[in-house]
T-cell receptor
Framework: KNEVEQSPQNLTAQEGEFITINCSYS?????LHWLQQHPGGGIVSLFM???GKKKHGRLIATINIQEKHSSLHITASHPRDSAVYIC??????????FGTGTSLTVIP | NAGVTQTPKFRILKIGQSMTLQCTQD?????MYWYRQDPGMGLKLIYY???????DKGEVPNGYNVSRSTTEDFPLRLELAAPSQTSVYFC????????????FGPGTRLTVT
Protein backbone atom coordinates (compact mmCIF):
# COMPACT_ATOMS: atom_id res chain seq x y z
CA LYS A 1 0.00 0.00 0.00
CA ASN A 2 1.33 3.44 -0.92
CA GLU A 3 1.87 5.96 1.80
CA VAL A 4 0.10 8.58 -0.36
CA GLU A 5 -3.07 7.86 -2.32
CA GLN A 6 -4.71 10.27 -4.74
CA SER A 7 -8.13 10.30 -6.34
CA PRO A 8 -9.27 10.39 -8.98
CA GLN A 9 -6.46 9.08 -11.19
CA ASN A 10 -7.92 10.81 -14.23
CA LEU A 11 -10.31 13.72 -14.46
CA THR A 12 -11.92 15.46 -17.41
CA ALA A 13 -13.78 18.72 -16.88
CA GLN A 14 -15.46 21.38 -18.96
CA GLU A 15 -13.94 24.82 -18.89
CA GLY A 16 -15.33 26.82 -15.98
CA GLU A 17 -16.07 23.83 -13.74
CA PHE A 18 -15.00 23.60 -10.10
CA ILE A 19 -12.47 20.79 -9.66
CA THR A 20 -11.43 18.85 -6.58
CA ILE A 21 -8.53 16.45 -6.30
CA ASN A 22 -8.12 14.43 -3.13
CA CYS A 23 -5.07 13.12 -1.30
CA SER A 24 -4.94 10.73 1.65
CA TYR A 25 -1.82 9.70 3.50
CA SER A 26 -1.07 7.08 6.09
CA UNK A 27 2.03 8.38 7.87
CA UNK A 28 2.86 11.22 10.21
CA UNK A 29 4.07 14.21 8.24
CA UNK A 30 5.85 17.50 8.67
CA UNK A 31 4.22 19.02 5.59
CA LEU A 32 2.10 18.21 2.57
CA HIS A 33 2.96 19.44 -0.90
CA TRP A 34 0.93 19.88 -4.07
CA LEU A 35 2.92 19.83 -7.30
CA GLN A 36 1.94 20.42 -10.91
CA GLN A 37 3.57 18.53 -13.78
CA HIS A 38 2.97 19.98 -17.23
CA PRO A 39 2.71 17.88 -20.39
CA GLY A 40 6.29 18.85 -21.20
CA GLY A 41 7.37 17.14 -17.98
CA GLY A 42 8.45 20.06 -15.81
CA ILE A 43 7.39 19.96 -12.15
CA VAL A 44 6.41 23.05 -10.20
CA SER A 45 5.58 23.31 -6.53
CA LEU A 46 2.12 24.83 -5.99
CA PHE A 47 1.62 24.64 -2.24
CA MET A 48 3.31 23.50 0.92
CA UNK A 49 1.05 23.32 3.95
CA UNK A 50 1.02 21.77 7.39
CA UNK A 51 -2.38 23.02 8.56
CA GLY A 52 -5.48 24.85 7.42
CA LYS A 53 -5.85 26.32 3.98
CA LYS A 54 -3.83 28.21 1.38
CA LYS A 55 -5.01 30.09 -1.70
CA HIS A 56 -3.13 31.20 -4.76
CA GLY A 57 -5.19 32.69 -7.54
CA ARG A 58 -7.80 30.12 -8.57
CA LEU A 59 -6.12 27.33 -6.61
CA ILE A 60 -7.00 26.43 -3.05
CA ALA A 61 -5.36 23.72 -0.95
CA THR A 62 -6.72 22.44 2.35
CA ILE A 63 -5.45 19.90 4.83
CA ASN A 64 -7.08 18.05 7.72
CA ILE A 65 -4.29 16.68 9.89
CA GLN A 66 -6.58 14.57 12.08
CA GLU A 67 -8.11 12.83 9.07
CA LYS A 68 -4.81 12.68 7.16
CA HIS A 69 -6.47 14.18 4.11
CA SER A 70 -5.87 17.09 1.77
CA SER A 71 -7.78 18.53 -1.16
CA LEU A 72 -6.72 20.70 -4.07
CA HIS A 73 -9.49 22.81 -5.57
CA ILE A 74 -9.42 24.68 -8.86
CA THR A 75 -12.11 27.29 -9.38
CA ALA A 76 -13.24 28.41 -12.85
CA SER A 77 -11.05 25.80 -14.52
CA HIS A 78 -9.31 26.64 -17.78
CA PRO A 79 -7.64 24.48 -20.46
CA ARG A 80 -4.24 25.75 -19.32
CA ASP A 81 -4.89 23.98 -16.00
CA SER A 82 -4.55 20.66 -17.85
CA ALA A 83 -1.65 18.89 -16.17
CA VAL A 84 -0.82 16.13 -13.72
CA TYR A 85 -1.27 17.17 -10.09
CA ILE A 86 0.90 15.35 -7.58
CA CYS A 87 0.44 15.15 -3.83
CA UNK A 88 3.53 14.55 -1.72
CA UNK A 89 4.26 14.39 1.99
CA UNK A 90 7.48 15.15 3.76
CA UNK A 91 8.57 13.58 7.00
CA UNK A 92 11.46 14.02 9.36
CA UNK A 93 14.69 12.45 8.20
CA UNK A 94 14.46 13.83 4.68
CA UNK A 95 11.76 11.40 3.63
CA UNK A 96 9.41 12.35 0.84
CA UNK A 97 6.56 10.20 -0.42
CA PHE A 98 4.74 10.98 -3.63
CA GLY A 99 1.33 10.02 -4.94
CA THR A 100 1.01 8.71 -8.48
CA GLY A 101 -0.71 11.88 -9.63
CA THR A 102 -4.08 12.96 -10.99
CA SER A 103 -4.20 13.67 -14.70
CA LEU A 104 -6.53 16.62 -15.35
CA THR A 105 -7.85 17.58 -18.77
CA VAL A 106 -9.97 20.71 -19.09
CA ILE A 107 -11.95 20.88 -22.32
CA PRO A 108 -12.81 24.26 -23.84
CA ASN B 1 18.51 32.89 -11.62
CA ALA B 2 18.42 29.77 -13.75
CA GLY B 3 17.09 27.68 -10.83
CA VAL B 4 17.83 23.98 -11.20
CA THR B 5 19.37 22.86 -14.46
CA GLN B 6 19.92 19.32 -15.68
CA THR B 7 21.89 17.89 -18.56
CA PRO B 8 21.39 16.06 -20.81
CA LYS B 9 17.67 16.29 -21.61
CA PHE B 10 17.63 12.93 -23.38
CA ARG B 11 20.02 10.02 -23.56
CA ILE B 12 20.02 6.51 -24.94
CA LEU B 13 22.48 4.07 -23.36
CA LYS B 14 23.39 0.52 -24.21
CA ILE B 15 23.29 -2.09 -21.45
CA GLY B 16 26.50 -1.98 -19.45
CA GLN B 17 27.45 1.58 -20.39
CA SER B 18 27.99 4.27 -17.77
CA MET B 19 27.03 7.91 -17.65
CA THR B 20 26.69 10.90 -15.37
CA LEU B 21 23.56 13.02 -15.11
CA GLN B 22 24.46 16.57 -14.23
CA CYS B 23 22.48 18.81 -11.87
CA THR B 24 23.29 22.37 -10.88
CA GLN B 25 21.39 24.91 -8.81
CA ASP B 26 22.17 28.58 -8.34
CA UNK B 27 19.90 29.31 -5.37
CA UNK B 28 22.46 28.39 -2.68
CA UNK B 29 20.22 25.60 -1.45
CA UNK B 30 21.61 23.16 1.08
CA UNK B 31 19.38 20.22 0.20
CA MET B 32 19.50 18.46 -3.16
CA TYR B 33 17.68 15.35 -4.34
CA TRP B 34 17.61 12.88 -7.19
CA TYR B 35 14.32 11.20 -8.11
CA ARG B 36 13.22 8.82 -10.79
CA GLN B 37 9.74 8.78 -12.27
CA ASP B 38 8.43 5.63 -13.90
CA PRO B 39 5.13 5.48 -15.82
CA GLY B 40 2.16 5.14 -13.47
CA MET B 41 4.36 5.42 -10.40
CA GLY B 42 5.08 8.23 -8.01
CA LEU B 43 8.48 9.85 -7.85
CA LYS B 44 10.99 7.73 -5.96
CA LEU B 45 13.95 9.18 -4.08
CA ILE B 46 17.32 7.79 -5.23
CA TYR B 47 19.83 9.84 -3.24
CA TYR B 48 19.85 13.12 -1.40
CA UNK B 49 22.37 15.53 0.07
CA UNK B 50 22.04 17.97 2.97
CA UNK B 51 25.16 19.92 2.08
CA UNK B 52 28.53 19.75 0.37
CA UNK B 53 30.34 16.55 1.26
CA UNK B 54 27.24 14.86 2.73
CA UNK B 55 25.11 12.39 0.83
CA ASP B 56 22.73 9.61 1.80
CA LYS B 57 20.63 6.89 0.19
CA GLY B 58 16.98 7.25 -0.57
CA GLU B 59 14.40 4.61 -1.34
CA VAL B 60 15.93 3.19 -4.57
CA PRO B 61 19.74 3.75 -4.55
CA ASN B 62 20.94 0.49 -6.13
CA GLY B 63 22.82 0.99 -9.37
CA TYR B 64 23.53 4.68 -8.72
CA ASN B 65 26.17 6.81 -7.04
CA VAL B 66 26.33 10.48 -6.17
CA SER B 67 28.82 13.06 -4.96
CA ARG B 68 28.46 16.61 -3.65
CA SER B 69 31.77 18.44 -3.80
CA THR B 70 30.15 21.89 -4.04
CA THR B 71 26.88 23.45 -2.91
CA GLU B 72 25.83 23.99 -6.52
CA ASP B 73 26.44 20.58 -8.12
CA PHE B 74 24.98 17.16 -7.42
CA PRO B 75 25.80 14.69 -10.22
CA LEU B 76 24.21 11.24 -10.42
CA ARG B 77 26.35 8.42 -11.76
CA LEU B 78 24.97 5.30 -13.40
CA GLU B 79 27.43 2.43 -13.58
CA LEU B 80 26.69 -0.60 -15.77
CA ALA B 81 23.33 0.65 -17.03
CA ALA B 82 20.44 -1.82 -17.02
CA PRO B 83 17.03 -1.68 -18.77
CA SER B 84 15.41 -1.26 -15.33
CA GLN B 85 17.06 2.17 -15.15
CA THR B 86 15.02 3.42 -18.09
CA SER B 87 13.14 6.31 -16.52
CA VAL B 88 12.83 10.06 -16.26
CA TYR B 89 15.23 11.50 -13.71
CA PHE B 90 14.54 14.71 -11.81
CA CYS B 91 16.93 16.69 -9.70
CA UNK B 92 15.49 19.02 -7.05
CA UNK B 93 16.74 21.37 -4.38
CA UNK B 94 15.35 23.07 -1.31
CA UNK B 95 16.57 25.62 1.16
CA UNK B 96 17.38 24.84 4.76
CA UNK B 97 15.54 22.06 6.48
CA UNK B 98 13.98 19.02 4.91
CA UNK B 99 10.32 19.38 4.06
CA UNK B 100 10.65 22.82 2.55
CA UNK B 101 9.37 23.62 -0.93
CA UNK B 102 11.39 21.84 -3.59
CA UNK B 103 12.50 23.31 -6.88
CA PHE B 104 12.74 20.80 -9.69
CA GLY B 105 14.93 20.64 -12.75
CA PRO B 106 13.42 19.93 -16.19
CA GLY B 107 14.27 16.23 -16.09
CA THR B 108 16.44 13.81 -18.06
CA ARG B 109 14.74 11.09 -20.10
CA LEU B 110 17.01 8.03 -20.12
CA THR B 111 16.49 4.89 -22.17
CA VAL B 112 18.68 1.82 -21.68
CA THR B 113 18.51 -0.73 -24.48
Amino acid sequence: KNEVEQSPQNLTAQEGEFITINCSYSVGISALHWLQQHPGGGIVSLFMLSSGKKKHGRLIATINIQEKHSSLHITASHPRDSAVYICAVSRSGNQFYFGTGTSLTVIP
Amino acid sequence: NAGVTQTPKFRILKIGQSMTLQCTQDMNHNYMYWYRQDPGMGLKLIYYSVGAGITDKGEVPNGYNVSRSTTEDFPLRLELAAPSQTSVYFCASSYSRAGNEQYFGPGTRLTVT
